[in-house]
């Protein structure tokens, strides 16, 4: 009886010694969830329009700072950290080339220049070879001038892996020409041009597909359709209307009379 209870005693401490090498390993070597990347047959960014933006520190800001800076062809602009920058956070403001943001807003479009990220270098002057900060950033705000185009202002946020960032991704619509109830004289009503998500930084897509090929009269296509990747968060309702085929116009159906 005595060597059995020392069996059993020792058996208690084996498990308890294994039960505790455990935890600690446990605690020690933490999974780490693999990188987002992104799904096959889902638009990712075309490198085609991968550019490092230029900019230059400001020593400070204003109304006169910055007419001045738009004077000598540059864009007054902010850098936020992440999203809680536009409360108060980490932030340089900095300016920008106005015919690099130009170029970039009218190759793009200026949805598609908002849901695309870039680097960003700052350097002492805009000749200079030394950098003195290089960040990924998504611009936040574009600010045009109404009457003329013009970028008066840019904001950008800083986007590192690990952030989540509130994206109005822009629609694009295809397939108008096979789809059924367009060929029947109806015509499609668009109701929406962007939908915002809470996209991790590494996958942000550039854009959405919305497919009307199979679309027939009376049909509407709502968010909760769109096909994106599942770790991107829809942040209005899913059965928010995108765009519907409506009957034949008033004047077309007069024409087929």
């Given at each position: ?247 034949a116009r008033v004047s077309d159906q007069?024409?087929?009379?």
């Open positions: 009886m005595l060597i059995r209870h020392r069996q059993i005693l020792t058996n208690g401490l084996h498990l308890r010694h294994f039960c505790q090498s455990s935890a600690a390993a446990v605690l020690q070597d933490p999974i780490e969830p693999p990188p987002l990347t992104y799904f096959e047959g889902l638009p990712r960014p075309d490198p085609k329009y991968e550019e490092i933006i230029r900019a230059i520190p400001r020593s400070s800001s204003g109304k006169n700072i910055s007419a001045k800076e738009r004077k000598v062809g540059r864009v007054p602009s902010i850098v936020f950290e992440q999203e809680d920058g536009q409360h108060g956070g980490n932030k340089r403001i900095i300016s920008v080339r106005t015919n690099q943001i130009r170029k970039l807003v009218n190759h793009l479009g200026r949805s598609f220049f908002l849901s695309r990220l870039f680097d960003l270098e700052v350097a002492p002057d805009f000749e200079s070879d030394e950098i003195i900060e290089k960040v990924r950033v998504l611009p936040r705000k574009l600010h045009l001038h109404a009457g003329t185009d013009a970028v008066l202002n840019v904001t950008f946020i800083r986007a590192p892996s690990h952030a989540l960032l509130k994206v109005d991704v822009p629609l694009v619509f295809r397939g108008e020409d096979v789809s059924p109830g367009l060929k029947k004289g109806a015509y499609l009503n668009t109701i929406k041009r962007t939908v915002k998500y809470l996209c991790p930084a590494d996958i942000i897509p550039p854009y959405i597909d919305i497919d009307l090929s199979e679309l027939d009269a009376g049909q509407k296509i709502v968010t909760g359709d769109l096909k994106v990747h599942p770790a991107l968060k829809l942040l209005r309702s899913k059965d928010e209307a995108v765009c519907k085929i409506m009957g007069k024409k087929t009379k």
